[in-house]
């Protein structure tokens, strides 16, 4: 059994107590309460410690030595200034996720850098006590399949994860495209369940990275990465060109239905003519209409800041491309309604959709590797690429 190291650093033991406006009610024992039940849901275990101390903190990273599988710290404020602690944890060579409860890139300017940063594989920020969770699971997939990750662009944001299958090739592809609304707390580590997944199924799957709004995204950087991310399928003589998907949760969704749409695209601001074009485009709970999501006002203004001023063009549907859309019917983030429009005005303009709707599954559920929405959605794939 895997056991993973829960370190918290200064002041993280007046959770709950202070500041609950920043950070939440919960206190330090809800939070690694939370930590332990995660944990045993990855058939997993951890072990949690709070320090107010630098070097009890340093002692606890180098006990961790030949003990632990991998480290999740939020050093508190010593993330912002402690050298001592990135030595530290370089030198234990353990896997680390580094957490912050809070957008400390959208506080004061001395919370927005971290000197852990250069020696971490992760730094999740700005999702709550949930950020722990995201980085139990980030620390369980990268163990349990390690990706090769890419570069496809210059930017620090325009790489992606490879999970190969086993075996020869050449393999057919799943492209992922993460949602969180195209903002910066969220990354690719939230499609990393279902990209294991699916290499575990035959399918190789590409995790992409885009830059996103906080982080130099919305329109056109966010586009003309997936555009570029997409094309990146041509450098690997592995993966098999004529079978390939794209799939987005969310906001990514419609991102997935945007890059299957793109041979149909007067490209305009975004390059170039594409190199590749999926076989099948999924849309996971997506926001499939951003006009309805304006009107709305889904995501809480994400969609005007999304467009920075503009629009998008938006010549889908119909993608002309196969389409598969899966929706819980209990999704309070994106209602199933989108889905349902989206299938109906896509089947009237000539594609071929099939429609997965499932009565208890919630927002999340998509990308949840052990749910039955995500069983169906994976089968789907399968057989499309086969
Ligand atoms: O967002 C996070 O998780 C932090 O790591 C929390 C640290 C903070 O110094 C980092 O910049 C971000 C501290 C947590 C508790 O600090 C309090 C301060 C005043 C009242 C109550 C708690």
């Not at 992922?176 to 699916?198: K, N, S, T, Y």
């Amino acid at each position: 059994m895997r056991r993973y190291l829960v370190l918290n650093g200064p002041n993280l033991d007046l959770l709950g107590v202070r500041r609950p406006d920043i950070y939440g009610t919960a206190t330090l024992d809800d939070l690694e309460a939370h930590c332990r039940a995660w944990a045993r849901n990855l058939g997993a275990e951890v072990r949690t410690f709070q320090s107010n101390d630098e070097g009890a903190l340093i002692d606890a990273i180098h006990q961790a030595r030949e003990v632990f599988d991998g480290i999740v710290i939020n050093a508190g404020a010593l993330s912002h200034t402690s050298y001592a602690l990135a030595d530290a944890l370089e030198a234990v060579a353990l896997p680390v996720v580094e957490v912050h409860i809070s957008n400390v890139r959208a506080r004061e300017t001395w919370r927005a850098t971290s000197v852990l940063a250069p020696v971490v594989a992760r730094t999740i920020y700005g999702r709550g006590l949930e950020g722990y969770r995201w980085a139990l699971r980030f620390l369980h997939f990268a163990a349990a399949r390690p990706p090769d990750t890419f570069a496809y662009g210059t930017h620090p944001d325009q790489v992606a994860d490879l999970r190969l299958p086993y075996g020869p090739g050449p393999h057919p592809v799943c492209v992922l495209l993460h949602g969180g609304f195209w903002r910066d707390p969220w990354q690719r580590d939230l499609m990393d369940g279902l990209a294991v997944d699916l290499a575990s199924r035959g399918v190789a799957s590409w995790n992409v990275e885009y830059r996103r709004l906080g982080a130099g995204g919305g329109r056109p950087a966010t586009l003309v990465d997936v555009a570029a991310a997409v094309d990146a399928l041509t450098g690997f003589g592995v993966l098999d060109l004529e079978r390939v998907a794209v799939a987005g949760h969310s906001a990514g969704g419609f991102l997935a239905l945007w890059a299957a749409s793109r041979h149909r695209l007067d490209l305009g601001e975004v390059g170039s003519e594409p190199e590749v074009t999926p076989r099948l485009a999924v849309s996971l709970a997506g926001v499939t209409d951003l006009d309805t999501a304006v009107d709305t006002d889904l995501g809480n203004g994400a969609v005007t800041a999304f467009l920075r001023g503009g629009s998008v063009a938006m010549p889908f549907p119909p993608t002309g491309v196969k389409t598969l859309l899966a929706h819980g019917e209990r999704d309070s983030d994106v209602p199933a309604t989108f889905s349902l429009e989206y299938a109906r005005a896509a089947r009237a303009a000539g594609d071929a959709v099939e429609v997965i709707m499932d009565r208890e599954a919630g927002h999340m559920s998509l990308i949840d590797e052990s749910t039955s929405l995500w069983h169906q959605v994976a089968e789907d794939i399968v057989e499309a690429l086969a």
